[in-house]
């Protein structure tokens, strides 16, 4: 099975991304790496608490 990945719009703060940006080059990631990054903490962190969610 191959895997797509998804595309969206992220309207955020401009503050927000120039931290997140310059969290993301200290990384050597792009920005969008960096978010999923994100992402995927806060979903393994969530599924430690409440047990894994079925998708």
């Known amino acids: 099975m191959v895997k797509h ?5 992220l309207r ?13 080059k200290q990384e050597v ?9 994100l992402i995927k903490h806060h979903v ?3 599924e430690a608490e409440h047990g894994r969610i079925n998708v």
Request: glycine residues 0%.
């Open 44 to 46: 393994a962190a969530f």
């Open 5 to 9: 990945p998804v595309r969206f719009t």
């Open 12 to 24: 955020i703060e401009q503050a927000l991304y120039r931290k997140i940006t310059y969290i993301a």
């Open 29 to 37: 990631r792009s920005v969008n790496r960096e978010i999923e990054q």
